[in-house]
């Protein structure tokens, strides 16, 4: 099993262009999740998915979008890039079980550096 | 709402003891601990479930006190590849899994 896989691993944009980070797990989580770690900072949760078809946002959500079509996949899309999104983005997925459908560990992908210049 | 973690840095030697506290202002329904060493993604340590339900790595356990809403992480007899970043995450309803801001631990030989 490949886990979770990001791509790309490493890009650089120029203010105001867009671009879709890439997102794809084959563990059949229903569980997804967007977080953006600034350099020396904890992990911030941009959007969430608890199945495909429904997300909600996270503490971050502003200048980002999210769509979830299918269990597998879930791209962040990034809007008029700004040098504040200049961090390492991490897509995680995990399960929900029994009946309060609490989380089980996430498994985090590699991450995406993301440079805004 | 975020948790918050203390202390935010520890520097050991090895063989030594470590706690890191979480805390929380809202009910929780589990806590999760994460590990990340420098450049890599957060590994999965542990989960301690609303109940008492717990798992564990063998020089590394965690209790979970629900009515005050907090989590420690002990780390016993430290190696050196204990060392990284460690953080606590919540999730106090909408499946929402929210992370403090980290504790660095560095072990020295």
């Known amino acids: 099993n490949a886990g979770v896989t990001q791509t790309p691993k490493f890009r650089i944009l120029k203010i105001g262009q867009s671009m879709t980070l890439q997102c794809a797990q084959d563990?059949?989580?229903?569980?997804m999740y967007w977080y953006r770690q600034d350099p020396g900072m904890g992990l911030k949760l941009i959007y969430y998915?608890?199945?495909?078809?429904?997300?909600d946002k996270g503490e971050v959500p502003n200048g980002y979008n999210v769509s979830r079509s299918t269990t597998e996949y879930f791209p962040l899309r990034l809007e008029l890039a700004a040098p504040s999104q200049t961090s390492v983005y991490f897509c995680?997925?995990?399960?929900?079980?029994?009946?309060?459908?609490?989380?089980?560990?996430?498994?985090f992908g590699q991450g995406t550096r993301l440079t805004v210049v | 709402q975020q948790p918050v973690q203390s202390p935010q840095a520890v520097i050991l030697r090895e063989g030594e003891d470590a706690v890191i506290n979480c805390s929380s202002s809202k009910a929780l329904y589990s806590v999760h601990w994460y590990r990340q060493k420098h450049g890599e993604a957060p590994v999965f340590l542990m989960i301690?479930?609303?109940?008492?339900e717990q798992k564990g790595h063998e020089k590394i356990s965690a209790s979970f006190n629900e009515k005050k809403q907090q989590s420690s992480l002990y780390l016993t007899a430290s190696q050196l590849s204990y060392s990284g970043t460690y953080f606590c995450g919540t999730e106090g309803g909408a499946q929402k899994l929210v992370f403090g801001q980290g504790t660095r631990l560095t072990i020295n030989p």
């Open positions: 563990m059949n989580h229903n569980y």
């Open positions: 995680a997925s995990s399960y929900s079980r029994g009946p309060a459908r609490v989380n089980t560990e996430a498994f």
């Open positions: 301690l479930l609303k109940g008492g």
């Open positions: 998915s608890v199945g495909a078809g429904i997300t």
